[in-house]
């Protein structure tokens, strides 16, 4: 009785988990539920950015769905994973599992399928950083280095960083930036002060990054 019982709870787990992957949109998929993967995952859930987990590692699969994550246990560089994960109806996906070449095999994969899918990959040699972006990668960031900019800038200008820090954070609602895509004509050939943003929408643009890729990229800040 005990089997049978436990192989119903199986299959209806099951079948409830791809349920909810079937219902995923402009989601996120987070390849690896490591130190760096748990911490994106929390941040996601903060604001309200479907995701969905993958990590070879049953442990971390639990720690991720305890956590309130949708997580599957499987090999991130399989297409069969990517497209049961809805890769085609996927926002971005971040390669963060154990090794350099992991993350290769899983970009690599994943742009296969993707061509559009806007992709970030973790690194842990510079070494492997433009075999990354060879592989597909549009951003490839050292957890390492970007931890210690993060630190020197903080040393010499606190109170920039913690500026930043409050506009990008999800716990300040009176103040946040963003970026944006502008697709309205009613823009076309209009200057920011002649657009009216702040009167009409409350925001401040920072700075602007045109379809030819001049430029830097759209910021907006609002209160």
């Not at 920011?192 to 910021?219: C, S, T, Y």
């Amino acid at each position: 009785a005990e089997i049978v019982e436990g192989t119903f709870h199986h299959r209806f787990t099951a079948r409830r988990l791809k349920r909810m992957l079937d219902h995923l949109t402009s989601h996120f998929i987070i390849c690896g539920y490591g130190r760096i993967g748990a911490v994106i995952a929390d941040e996601f859930r903060r604001q309200g950015i479907p995701f969905v987990v993958i990590d070879k590692d049953p442990t971390r699969v639990v720690l991720a769905a305890d956590h309130g994550g949708l997580a599957v246990e499987a090999d991130a560089s399989n297409e069969d994973t990517l497209r049961r994960v809805g890769i085609e109806r996927a926002r971005g996906l971040i390669a963060a599992v154990g090794t350099d070449a992991e993350n290769v095999y899983t970009v690599l994969t994943a742009r296969v399928l993707r061509p559009d899918l806007f992709i970030i990959a973790r690194i842990e040699s510079e070494d492997a950083a433009p075999k990354l972006r060879r592989a597909g990668a549009d951003r490839v960031l050292s957890p390492y280095q970007l931890g210690g900019v993060q630190m020197a800038a903080t040393a010499l200008r606190p109170a920039v960083v913690d500026f930043m820090r409050l506009a990008t954070s999800s716990e300040r609602l009176d103040l946040a930036a963003e970026q944006v895509e502008v697709r309205s004509t009613r823009f076309a050939g209009v200057s920011i002060r002649d657009a009216n943003l702040r009167q009409d929408f409350g925001v401040i643009v920072v700075a602007i990054k045109r379809a030819a890729g001049d430029g830097m990229p759209a910021l907006a800040l609002t209160d």
